[in-house]
Each structure stands twice: as structure tokens, then as C-alpha cells.
């Protein structure tokens, strides 16, 4: 029989109730405590979307879901790992895992769709830091899959069902968004913005879309300057320029989760009732059989470089 290869979904996680949300804000914060003021706030947004978010069970889902389909495919089958950034189960324990299981070559996924050195990249160097202490473990990574047709087709059949939602679909913005990052990567010549744009062009392309732009969301609370226009800012600058039909698709966000469910649904949703906008938010991706069907064929093609 063909040894199984490792395949290491990496997500970002998130609390798996509220009485660990403190400490999943140290991690994030690289072990200082938030003030309580911060902390509250985080809370806050937690509770005002239920309670802690579906991010664990769905990308869980989304794991197992690409799992299964390469099992489906491939003579040479593959063992499922999840490794989270800032929960259980962590990167470095999931491939300390593998290589106790006998595991000799993975391929890496990270559950988001555009490289960045500040996001996917730090993903993979976890994991490589920890494989570098296992003898005989390689990984292959996977860098970004922004242009995989199934990825996008998944896309545009949201964006297509939200049109429907207008009376006039040609008087209809859709504005493409993705999670802020520090601007200090575009001294970097960082491809993240640049691939952004290629997604959303695609798409916008594949519909024949009249209007579409492009903003950021959920900017860190540091210092640093952040990519912008942020997505309020956008909306307000919209407005003064006359448009109030927006659709919004976080095409850099593959799953329900608080970014989504808090920052779009609940504040930018005020923020459009406030201004006299109607706003539709693409419905989120999370186990879509198109979209994992996509995740899948990038996974195959990268283990086609793995050794037999």
C-alpha cells in the first residue's frame, strides 16, 4: 500500500467558549494581556453574535471536506492534520503529530486565499520551524490559490445572487474586501494587495460587472498605519459620491466568522441604515462543494510534487 502523505490544514482559530477568549487575545498579542477596556470590547463583539464564533467547527468542516475529496481522487492517500495560529490544536503540535505518526511529506493549506508574508507566510514558517526539529519531514507548501477557478466560480455565483437582490443590478457597486494589513508591506513589494485585485478583477470580469472597487476591513488597533480605504470610510466616500447600492464580498475571508459576522453584518449594516444605503454581503463560502471541490485540486496538484 502507498504510504499516505500529511496534509496540514492551517486556520487562524478562535476561542472555543468565552472563558478563554483572554487567553487567545494574549497569544494574538504575543503574550501581553489586552487592557481590560480591550478586553471588554472583544467580549462585547463576541456576545453581540451570539456567543463564541463558528470559525473552529467550520473550517474543522472545510478540513475533513478537502480531505475526503483528494482521498476520492488520488492513488496515494492523504492523512489529515489542523493546525491553528492561535488555538488548539497549534501548527507546531499538529506537525509534531505527523512526524510521530510517520509521517515524511506533507503539503501545507492555509484556509485563506492571498499570500502575504504578515499572514500566509507566518503560517508556514510555524510549521517549517517545527518540522525542522522532526527528522525526515518535508513539507510542501502551498503559497495562495486566489485565481483557482473553482474559488472564484464560488464567488461569482454570490456576487450573481446578491445582484438579484436590486431592482437595478448596472446601478449596483460590488466592492471586493479582504482583512487589513500593516502598510509597511508594500515596502516590502508584499503580493497581497496586487492579488486582491486579481480575484476581484476575475470575478468582475466572469460577470461582466459595471462597477466594482476595492477596501479593506478589520484593521488591527495598533499603531502602525493600516491598508486602507477602510470599508466605513468607503461607504461614506460612496455616499458622497451618490451610490447607495452596495454589495460587499470579503472575498479574503473563506468562513462565518467575527470578522464577517460582527464587522460587516452588525457595524457596517448599521453604518448603511445610517447613511441610507442598501448593502448585501455575499453569502460566505465555509463548506461550499464547489469551493472544497477548488481546495482540493490545489491540494492534489502540490502533492503531485511529493515523492512516490
Known amino acids: 500500500m502507498t504510504n499516505p502523505f500529511g ?51 467550520i473550517t474543522r468542516q472545510q478540513a475533513q471536506g478537502v480531505a475526503d475529496r483528494v482521498n476520492g481522487w488520488s492513488n496515494r492517500p492523504c492523512k489529515l492534520y489542523l493546525g491553528m495560529k492561535h488555538t488548539t490544536p497549534f501548527i507546531e503540535d499538529a506537525v509534531g503529530q505527523m512526524a510521530n505518526d510517520g509521517i515524511r511529506e506533507a503539503v501545507t493549506l492555509v484556509l485563506a486565499p492571498h499570500y502575504s508574508v504578515m499572514s500566509v507566510g507566518e503560517y508556514q514558517k510555524s510549521a517549517d520551524e517545527a518540522a525542522s526539529r522532526c527528522d525526515s519531514l518535508q513539507l510542501r507548501h502551498v503559497r495562495d490559490w486566489h485565481l483557482e477557478p473553482h474559488y472564484l466560480n464560488a464567488l461569482a455565483r454570490r456576487v450573481k445572487a446578491a445582484l438579484a437582490q436590486f431592482d ?70 460612496l455616499v458622497g459620491r451618490g451610490q447607495r447600492n452596495l454589495i460587499l464580498c470579503p472575498c479574503g475571508f473563506v468562513s462565518d466568522h467575527l470578522e464577517v459576522l460582527y464587522d460587516v453584518d452588525i457595524e457596517a449594516m448599521e453604518l448603511a441604515k445610517s447613511l441610507g444605503m442598501k448593502l448585501v454581503r455575499t453569502s460566505s463560502l465555509n463548506t461550499d462543494d464547489e469551493f ?14 511529493l515523492s512516490v
Not at 504575543?30 to 471588554?40: F, N, R, S, V, Y
Open 7 to 57: 496534509l496540514l490544514v492551517m486556520a487562524y482559530g478562535t476561542p472555543a467558549e468565552m472563558s478563554e477568549v483572554e487567553a487567545y487575545y494574549t497569544h494574538i498579542r504575543h503574550g501581553h494581556k489586552p487592557t481590560p477596556e480591550q478586553l471588554d470590547d472583544l467580549i462585547r463583539r463576541y456576545e453581540a453574535i451570539g456567543g463564541v464564533s463558528p470559525l473552529n467547527e
Open 292 to 305: 472544497l471541490e477548488g481546495l482540493a485540486s490545489v491540494v492534489r496538484r502540490a502533492a503531485e510534487d
Open 168 to 237: 437595478d443590478p448596472a446601478d449596483v457597486m460590488v466592492v471586493f474586501t479582504a482583512h487589513s494589513l500593516p502598510t509597511r508591506i508594500l515596502e516590502l513589494k508584499d503580493p497581497y494587495p496586487s492579488e486582491i485585485e486579481e480575484t476581484g478583477d476575475a470575478v468582475a470580469a466572469a460577470l461582466n460587472l459595471p462597477h466594482h472597487e476595492f477596501a479593506w476591513q478589520s484593521a488591527g488597533r495598533t499603531r502602525d498605519p493600516w491598508l486602507g480605504p477602510d470599508i466605513l470610510e468607503y461607504m461614506r466616500d
